[in-house]
């Protein structure tokens, strides 16, 4: 399994058109094969701070996610909106 953290700076002004554009891509990324979770949450002490958590069965899964019609149309819009951003991604741990 493989967890992704995508961690998104956006400023006020643009929060709304960020959180519309995000709610598209949560909805989508959930209905995947290989999605074994996928959620935006916001940071409860960093304003502005925002993170998709995603967890796949896979790489490939990944690879998918990566290519799907929803990612190439929203990823892209989404940059447009961000100050900042980093991603993490991590292999579970089999214990």
């Known amino acids: 399994m493989i967890v992704l953290i995508a961690k998104n700076v956006?400023?006020?002004?643009?929060?709304?058109?960020?959180?519309?554009?995000?709610?598209?891509?949560?909805?989508?990324?959930?209905k995947e094969v290989g999605c074994v979770y996928y959620?935006?949450?916001r940071d409860t002490k960093e304003e502005g701070v925002f993170y998709f958590v995603e967890k796949y069965v896979d790489q490939a899964a990944v690879d998918a996610h990566r290519s799907s019609p929803h990612f190439t149309t929203y990823v892209?819009?989404?940059?447009?909106?961000?100050?900042?951003?980093?991603?993490?991604?991590?292999?579970?741990?089999?214990i």
Request: negative net charge; glycine residues 0%.
């Open 10 to 30: 956006v400023a006020k002004q643009n929060e709304n058109e960020y959180l519309k554009l995000a709610t598209k891509m949560v909805e989508e990324t959930r």
């Open 39 to 41: 959620d935006l949450v």
């Open 76 to 94: 892209p819009l989404i940059q447009q909106l961000k100050e900042d951003s980093q991603l993490m991604q991590c292999d579970v741990l089999p």
